[in-house]
C-alpha cells in the first residue's frame, strides 16, 4: 500500500481543507450557518481521513492489524481496522461542530448578544433581566449521541483485537444505545404509535406500548450495526451499502423539511431532521475518504469497528431524529439478508467463520461458497433444503451423496445467493449489483414513506 500522498492528491486536500477552514471561520461573522458549516466540516474530515488512512497503514500492519485479502490471486497482506480512523475523525468533527448550532443561543440570543434575535422561549427574572433559554434537550441529543458511538466504537475496536464471538457481541450494542434511550425518555418519552386507519375500529387512532417502545428502539440499535457487518466479505461493500443508505436519509431529512408545513415558529420536525443532517454530512465524509481505499481492489480493509460505527450512525439518527420506521424502510436488503442468514446464524445450519464468496482462481470470478454437512440434516430440514434448492428461483444449492444425504450447501447470504441465480463474476459487478438493488429498494421505501403513507394512516407524522 502507498503510505504517501502524491502531489495531485496533497494539493487538492490542502484547497479542500482552507476553503472548508475558511467557510467555518466566516461563519462567525453571521448567524453560526450550522448546515453550512456542517458540509465545511464534512470536507474537513474528508481531507484528514485520507491523509491518516494513507499515513497510518504501515503502523496498523506493525501492530498485526493486517488481514489477507483472499478473494485474490495474490493474497497479499493489507491494513485492518481503518473504520477505527473514520469513527475517530468522524468523532472529533462532531465534537467540535457542537457549538455551532447553538451559536444563537451561546451568543445572538443572550444578554451578552444585546437580545439582538428574536427569542422565542425566555423568562424575566426578579431582577427584571430577560435571559434567553439554553435548549439543554437538544445539547442532550449530540452528547448521548456522542457516548453511544464511542461505546459502540470500543465494541468494534475490541471485535477486531480479540475477534469476540458473534454470540457475545451481539446484544453490546444494545448497552451502547442507553445513553441515547435515557435522553430519549427525558426529553420526548413519546411511546405511542399511531394506528393505520384500518385497524381502527379495534385498537383505536394510537396505542401506547410503553417499555415495548424502548425494546424496539433497542433492537433498531441491534440490528442496524450487525445487518451491515453480516453483509460483507467483498471489497468495498461495507461502505457502499452504507454511503448509500447515508444518502437515502439525507434525502429523506431534505424532503421532510421541504414539505413542512409553515407556520408562525419552525416546524416541530424541523430540529430533529437538522440534526440527523448534522450527524449524516460527517460521516458520509469520512466514508467517501475510506470508500476510496476501499474499493476494488481494495487496498484497506474497513474492520468491525466501521460496520458498529456506521450502524450506529443510523440507529441514533433514525431514533433521536424520530423515524426509525423509515430507517428500517432503507434497509431492506439488510433485512432480507438478516432473514435469509438466519438458519446459519442460529445453528440449524453449519456456519463457517467467513461465509464470503469462495474466488475461483482459473477464472478470476467468484462463486457461491458452501458450507460442509458433517452430519445429515434431519429429514424435515433436509427435505425443506431440497424444496428451496428445486424452486424455480433457487434460494439454495445443495450437493447430495450416492444415498441422497446433503453433503453441502451454499452459505445463505445474499452474495452467494446472487451468485446462485446469475453465475460466477468478478468481485467488483457483484458489488456493484448489491449496490444498485440498495439504492432501487431504497428509493422505493423513501416512494413508499412519502407518496403512500397517507393511505395507511390519517396523518402524515413527520
Given at each position: 500500500m502507498v503510505t504517501s500522498l502524491s502531489g495531485t492528491e496533497a494539493s487538492s486536500l490542502s484547497l479542500l481543507s482552507v476553503a472548508c477552514f475558511g467557510i467555518v471561520a466566516n461563519s462567525f461573522h453571521g448567524d453560526g450557518e450550522p448546515l453550512v458549516v456542517s458540509f465545511a466540516f464534512s470536507g474537513i474530515a474528508f481531507a484528514f481521513t485520507y491523509c491518516l488512512i494513507r499515513w497510518l497503514g504501515n503502523a496498523f500492519m506493525k501492530a498485526g492489524l493486517k488481514g489477507r485479502d483472499m478473494l485474490k490471486p495474490k493474497q497479499v497482506e493489507i491494513p485492518e481496522t481503518m473504520g477505527a480512523v473514520c469513527a475517530v475523525v468522524y468523532l472529533f468533527a462532531i465534537i467540535v461542530f457542537i457549538p455551532f448550532p447553538f451559536y444563537k443561543d451561546i451568543v445572538a440570543a443572550t444578554s451578552g448578544g444585546g437580545n439582538r434575535d428574536v427569542m422565542m422561549k425566555h423568562q424575566e427574572l426578579e431582577t427584571g433581566r430577560i435571559l434567553h433559554i439554553f435548549p439543554h434537550s437538544k445539547l442532550a441529543s449530540y452528547l448521548s449521541a456522542i457516548l453511544s458511538l464511542q461505546s459502540v466504537v470500543l465494541l468494534?475496536?475490541?471485535?477486531?483485537?480479540?475477534?469476540?464471538?458473534?454470540?457475545?457481541?451481539?446484544?453490546?450494542?444494545?448497552?451502547?444505545?442507553?445513553?441515547?434511550?435515557?435522553?430519549?425518555?427525558?426529553?420526548?418519552?413519546?411511546?405511542?404509535?399511531?394506528?393505520?386507519?384500518?385497524?381502527?375500529?379495534?385498537?383505536?387512532?394510537?396505542?401506547?406500548?410503553?417499555?415495548?417502545?424502548?425494546?424496539?428502539?433497542?433492537a433498531i440499535a441491534i440490528f442496524c450495526p450487525n445487518s451491515i457487518n453480516i453483509l460483507a466479505g467483498i471489497n468495498g461493500i461495507e461502505v457502499s451499502q452504507s454511503l448509500v443508505i447515508s444518502f437515502l436519509l439525507l434525502i429523506n431529512s431534505v424532503l421532510s423539511l421541504?414539505?413542512?408545513?409553515?407556520?408562525?415558529?419552525p416546524h416541530p420536525a424541523t430540529d430533529s431532521h437538522l440534526f440527523s443532517i448534522y450527524l449524516l454530512l460527517p460521516f458520509i465524509g469520512v466514508s467517501i475518504a475510506l470508500w476510496w481505499h476501499n474499493w476494488y481492489p481494495a487496498k484497506v480493509f474497513?474492520?468491525?469497528?466501521?460496520?458498529?460505527?456506521?450502524?450506529?450512525?443510523?440507529?441514533?439518527?433514525?431514533?433521536?431524529?424520530?423515524?426509525?420506521?423509515?430507517l428500517l424502510l432503507l434497509f431492506i436488503p439488510q433485512i432480507i439478508n438478516f432473514i435469509y442468514s438466519a438458519p446459519q446464524l442460529f445453528?440449524?445450519?453449519?456456519?463457517?467463520?467467513?461465509?464470503?464468496?469462495?474466488?475461483?482462481?482459473?477464472?478470476g470470478l467468484l462463486e457461491p461458497s458452501v458450507t460442509q454437512w458433517q452430519h445429515p440434516p434431519s429429514a424435515p430440514l433436509a427435505w425443506i433444503l431440497k424444496l428451496l434448492a428445486n424452486l424455480p428461483l433457487p434460494l439454495i444449492k445443495i450437493d447430495t451423496n450416492a444415498k441422497g444425504?446433503?453433503?453441502?450447501?451454499?452459505?445463505?447470504?445474499?452474495?452467494?445467493?446472487?451468485?446462485?441465480?446469475?453465475?460466477p463474476?468478478?468481485?467488483?459487478?457483484?458489488?456493484?449489483?448489491?449496490?444498485?438493488?440498495?439504492?432501487?429498494?431504497?428509493?422505493?421505501?423513501?416512494?413508499?414513506?412519502?407518496?403512500?403513507?397517507?393511505?395507511?394512516f390519517r396523518q402524515d407524522n413527520r
Open positions: 468494534g475496536i475490541g471485535d477486531d483485537l480479540f475477534d469476540i464471538r458473534w454470540r457475545h457481541k451481539f446484544f453490546i450494542p444494545a448497552f451502547a444505545s442507553i445513553p441515547m434511550l435515557v435522553v430519549y425518555f427525558v426529553d420526548f418519552g413519546v411511546t405511542n404509535v399511531v394506528v393505520p386507519m384500518h385497524l381502527e375500529g379495534y385498537l383505536g387512532k394510537v396505542v401506547d406500548l410503553g417499555w415495548l417502545y424502548y425494546a424496539y428502539m433497542a421541504h414539505v413542512a408545513p409553515s407556520g408562525p415558529g474497513v474492520g468491525d469497528t466501521y460496520c458498529y460505527f456506521a450502524g450506529m450512525v443510523f440507529a441514533i439518527v433514525g431514533i433521536l431524529g424520530h423515524f426509525s420506521k423509515t445453528r440449524l445450519v453449519p456456519c463457517p467463520r467467513h461465509r464470503l464468496p469462495r474466488f475461483h482462481a482459473r477464472s444425504n446433503i453433503v453441502e450447501s451454499t452459505n445463505l447470504t445474499i452474495l452467494n445467493l446472487w451468485l446462485v441465480w446469475f453465475g463474476m468478478r468481485e467488483d459487478r457483484l458489488a456493484t449489483a448489491i449496490l444498485a438493488v440498495q439504492i432501487l429498494s431504497g428509493f422505493l421505501g423513501l416512494f413508499v414513506r412519502h407518496e403512500l403513507a397517507l393511505w395507511v
